[in-house]
């Protein structure tokens, strides 16, 4: 990411403990490594939704070109693999709609305990 090196790292440290002082030093350094992994856990969600939706993608380009090739002439070892196919780009875009089912089921539950 950044290249800092052991001296620049001490310097930086010295310059926030004249400037903070010893007291609100390691409350900054809590502040700022909190704010670095939310930054890192959002990269890293945007990144894995990205690959899936690139996945899913995928899948759903390959199924439409099984289609134009004609499903008539395929093996039946290459029709399963395209059910298979079809069933995992379903199931990709099934917990999305269950997420919304299930919220307000637990929150029916809720109110009734």
Same mark, same amino acid.
């Given at each position: 990411?950044?290249?800092?090196?052991?001296?620049?790292? /001490?310097? /930086?440290?010295?310059?926030?403990?004249?400037?903070?002082?010893?007291?609100?030093?390691?409350?900054?350094?809590? !502040?700022?490594?909190?704010?670095?992994?939310?930054?890192?856990?959002?990269?890293?969600?945007?990144?894995?939704?990205?690959?899936?939706?690139?996945?899913?993608?995928?899948?759903?380009?390959?199924?439409?070109?099984?289609?134009?090739?004609?499903?008539?002439?395929?093996?039946?070892?290459?029709?399963?693999?395209?059910?298979?196919?079809?069933?995992?780009?379903?199931?990709?875009?099934?917990?999305?709609?269950?997420?919304?089912?299930?919220?307000?089921?637990? !929150? !029916?539950?809720?109110?009734?305990?």
């Amino acid at each position: 990411m950044f290249d800092i090196g052991f001296w620049e790292l /001490i310097l /930086i440290s010295v310059v926030g403990l004249v400037v903070l002082g010893p007291e609100r030093l390691p409350v900054a350094i809590r !502040t700022v490594s909190r704010w670095i992994g939310a930054a890192r856990n959002m990269a890293n969600s945007v990144k894995d939704e990205l690959n899936q939706e690139l996945k899913l993608q995928e899948l759903q380009e390959n199924l439409k070109k099984a289609e134009q090739m004609g499903m008539k002439d395929l093996s039946p070892e290459l029709r399963d693999t395209v059910e298979e196919l079809k069933k995992a780009a379903s199931e990709v875009q099934r917990p999305y709609a269950d997420n919304k089912d299930e919220q307000p089921s637990a !929150t !029916t539950s809720q109110k009734q305990d």
